[in-house]
């Protein structure tokens, strides 16, 4: 252990044994669990428009696409599932210093999510098993009370969140936690806009995760009908959240100016207050001066604030036990700012092309550039949350609890974090492994995957053989 | 009844919710991991992946809506246990993560050697899930999990109440998994697999029994204040669940699976109940009462307020959930 000794001393200085490890469990966790999350948020929606025009249409091409989407939607609800469920124990086992005395504060947000986390499962059971075996057009149905349920859980969650970052609905006295207003939680002033913000994060990542699939299918030369509706289908969601999503983030910004000067300081490397603010574009602080950053006049100003005179405040206004850790908030800032801004260009540019009459389904570049598309806004997902939960320290409740204080003493978690790593590489390595080999055998034309061990492979000799086959 | 009865009770309908469908679900697992190699346990495995597929999920919310109620509800006690439990808690997280997975994976794996691996690591997990979580109630029932700060890491759950609430609960999870497989073999027209699982059923039923009847005595010694209750007020519970488990067991023996369901859930239902109503009314038994333990009024009303919209909005779904994964019709295919 004593080699774990010294990482923990250089890495953590002087902070509670359990810090790191849990802020590193907690993000590894939570940056896995998003992306699930996602696809629980917006899946349902896409899957309903192509299995509506399925029904109503007669698209058999959309109806097979939502019978197979679907099917994902299977397995990624599932490990998403559990690794909500990892959430739900870890808010305890990683940070009893907030859910000792800030459970009941908190609590009521996620009592809801629950509550619509249980519509999304039962709904996915029905629907999942409904296929010939109910009506058309009342299995089409089921399916809506899941993307609700899926909307409002992500509310009730990204509300616990913007509670974090502007609390409400609580007051301290003497070093209690007195005056409890759940209902202000649930309901706090910042939740809408970052709601928003993720919910259109959301529809962005899967819209171009899944339009890349299809459109990496086409650069293989399958180029059929099937792939081309695929590929439009999750685009049209995608291409609507990637234009939406600039402006909603920029109002989500405005507010940082008055609410967290230290993170909207960090966003913009602005180490002193000047007015009006320069926006700088890439740049690291080292020690204590911006590097390697392009200036451009005014331009923070305008976006940080509306405004061409109203300053960014600088970080010699804030005291250095008060700041985030600076350049990974930065970084991950401009790298969400900078991928959003390119998407947004892009579908634009498509849609602009597709409009004029030019097939850019037929362009291999373009392809590839779908198909970069997806990653691209996984990272811009990744890095607007880094930005938002590492710019929010060294608070776990905004000017009110440290995370240093929420973090249990327990040096062990180092231990757990190791093994949690492993465990969630296995679990990555499983669903790839497990995905890929769906879409090969649909491509061979088997829709209808049997059940394990199923029948077929009582003969002997066929064990090695694809079940099923 | 006080505001925090309500809500520790509406915590307690989630603890026996779980306790029942989630364990018909893990339960299951036990027939899978012993179903034998890949040919021969085809059918039951066929059988195991048609019947907890449409609901398991479902069924696993109730550990969140646990969690949840428990750390809005009681946040002090929540962070206790979480703080004195953490090894158990991690070891039933595991199990779960890897059981959810594994099934999902299994389903649609590429080759037979990985379902294999997917199907054993499914099996497996839902037996460690169980056994872990009875232990944490044993620890909770025998006043180990301190009111402030953190007990012992080891002996809080190595101890003789938390190990027969782990096996008790490994027992009634297969009992239940076993009474409804039974039951959808023979609906589904698996005469020959219904006839081998009633065997299994009951002879885990036998034992089951035993070993709860059984714990009785080492728990009297080991945690006076829930034997005190098991034997006072919660007597008729106890009494009722040896009833319904004899019952279910000659119900069982005269194939006579359909009301076979009823009596088993009657039988684990009255168990767990027997147990929240014998630690009545300690939250954390010996350290903390539901009372005490408590969080503010408005969250208390803010979380009964959810209770009732689940009552009307997820219980109706639910139920149609169940039913049609009950009936005739989904049955077959």
Redesign the interface.
Known sequence: MAVLDLVQEVLAGQDPAGLLPARQQMALSLGWHIVLASFGVAFPAMIFVAHWRGVYRDDANALTLAQRWA?VS??L???G??????L??E???LW??L???????L??P??????S???E??????Y??GW??MPPRLHLLMIL?MAVAGVVGTYCVVAVNAWMNMPVGFAIEGGEVVD????EV?FNPGAILQFAHMWVAAYMVVGFLVAGVYAAGMLRGRRNRHHRLGFTMAFVFASVAAVIQPFVGHLLGLRIATRQPAKLAAFELATTTESPSPLRLGGLLVDGEVRYSLDIPYLGSIIARNSFTKPVVGLDEIPVADQPPINITHVAFQTMVGIGTLLAVAVVVYWFARWRGWDLLANRWMLRAAVAAGPLALIALEAGWIATEVGRQPWVVYDVLRTADAA?D?PDLWI?LVATTI?YTA?TI??I??????S?RWRAGEED?P?????E??EPG??????GS | MTLQVAVAAALFVGVVAYALFGGADFGSGFYDLTAGG??R???L??LV??SI???W??N??W???V???W??????S??????TL?LP??FA??G????????????????????RL??TVFAGSSLITPFFLGTVAGAIASGRVPAQGRGDLWTSWLNPTSILGGIIAVGTCAFLGGVFLTADADRGGHAALADSLRLRTLAVGVATGVVVFAALVPIAQDSPTLAAGLEGRAAPLIVASALAGAGTLVLLFRRRYSPARVTAVVAVASVVTGWGVGQYPWLLVDQVRIEDGA??D???V??LV?VG??AV??VP??V??FR??QSQ??TR?
Request: hydrophobic fraction near 55%; aromatic fraction near 12%.
């Open positions: 099917k299977a397995v609800f599932a490990i599932a559990v690794s909500g469920t990892v739900s124990f808010m305890g086992l009893p210093g859910m000792g005395p800030f459970g009941d504060v609590g009521l996620f009592a809801f999510e629950g509550l986390f249980f519509t499962a039962i709904f996915l059971g029905i999942l098993y010939g075996r009370p409890i207003r759940p209902w649930l249990g327990n757990l465990l679990l499983g669903a492994t497990v995905l890929r080999s769906m090969r995957l059940s394990p061990y199923g029948p492979l009582q066929v064990d090695e053989r694809p079940v | 890949a040919r346990g085809a059918e495995r066929t992946d048609h597929g449409p609901v999920e479902a696993h919310v550990l969140i809506y969690l949840v109620m750390w809005t509800g009681f946040p002090q929540f962070a206790s246990a979480m703080n953490i808690m991690l997280l595991l779960i993560v890897l059981r959810g997975s594994a099934f999902a994976f299994r389903k649609f794996a590429p080759t037979m050697s990985q379902a997917y199907g969080g503010a408005a969250t208390l803010g979380l959810v919209l689940a909005l997820v779904p639910l149609y959930l049609l994964t019709e989904w295919g």
